[in-house]
């Protein structure tokens, strides 16, 4: 098995701009987890889904971040306009039975908004 | 609401000497799960171990161990004869269990920087 797969790795945009950061679960998980990690907030969550579908977006900062999962292999977070504060390494996890079995992180991807 | 606490920020130690990363942890749940995981200088979480919470064994893994007291709410992780591959940043971790209502949702404290210097 490949993973949990993130892409890109590595992101540079400007302030303003539509960052779209994409994350491929482990084939047969049917949880995933979006989380940001920052020196000050830690390793915060985000947003997950259980069988595709959003069940706690409590952690999503603000309107200017979305997330979707249109099926089961492919998740993207999407943050429109960027803003510096923004930046961040964004993780992406995944998990069978919401957890049961432990979660599988990806590499992450570090965000930056200059 | 879950709250997981590492209350050491940093611990800095001399290779070969014994560490132990404390974690202590808040949840109504009455199952749960928790976890360790270990993020080296690359930066990807690498999982440790899972334990839940009605198996209170400790568990011993080559140079790792880990002690999980449901008393104090407790599950602290042990290096003995840290090798310098062992510098990380060590983060604990909960998430409930089936029917609580923290169910599937993992929360990470604040993680632990342990440098081993040879």
């Known amino acids: 098995d490949a993973g949990v797969i993130q892409s890109p790795r590595h992101e540079v945009t400007e302030m303003g701009q539509e960052v779209t950061l994409r994350c491929k679960p482990i084939?047969?998980?049917?949880?995933l987890f979006w989380y940001r990690q920052t020196m000050m907030r830690g390793l915060e969550l985000l947003i997950y889904?259980?069988?595709?579908?959003?069940?706690?977006d409590s952690g999503m900062p603000e309107d200017r971040f979305s997330a979707k999962m249109p099926n089961a292999s492919f998740s993207t977070l999407k943050i429109q306009p960027s803003e510096p504060r923004d930046s961040a390494v964004y993780f992406c996890?995944?998990?069978?039975?919401?957890?049961?079995?432990?979660?599988?992180f990806g590499s992450g991807t570090r965000l930056t908004v200059v | 609401a879950q709250k997981v606490t590492q209350a050491q920020t940093e611990i800095s130690v001399v290779e070969k000497e014994d560490v132990t990363l404390d974690c202590v942890y808040e949840?109504?749940?009455?199952?749960?799960?928790l976890f360790w995981y270990k993020q080296p200088p690359s930066g990807e979480l690498v999982f440790l171990i899972r334990?839940?919470?009605?198996?209170?064994q400790n568990e011993i893994s080559g140079r790792y161990s880990w002690n999980f007291q449901k008393s104090t709410s407790s599950f602290n992780f042990t290096i003995t004869a840290s090798q310098v591959v062992d510098s990380a940043v060590y983060f604990c971790?909960?998430?409930?269990?089936?029917?609580?209502?923290?169910?599937?949702?993992?929360?990470f404290g604040q993680g632990t920087i342990l440098t081993v210097h040879p």
């Open positions: 971790a909960l998430s409930g269990g089936t029917g609580g209502t923290s169910y599937g949702k993992l929360t």
């Open positions: 949840t109504r749940d009455t199952t749960y799960y």
């Open positions: 996890a995944s998990s069978a039975r919401q957890g049961h079995y432990g979660y599988t």
């Open positions: 889904f259980n069988n595709n579908v959003p069940i706690d």
């Open positions: 334990r839940n919470s009605f198996d209170e």
């Open positions: 084939s047969g998980h049917n949880s």
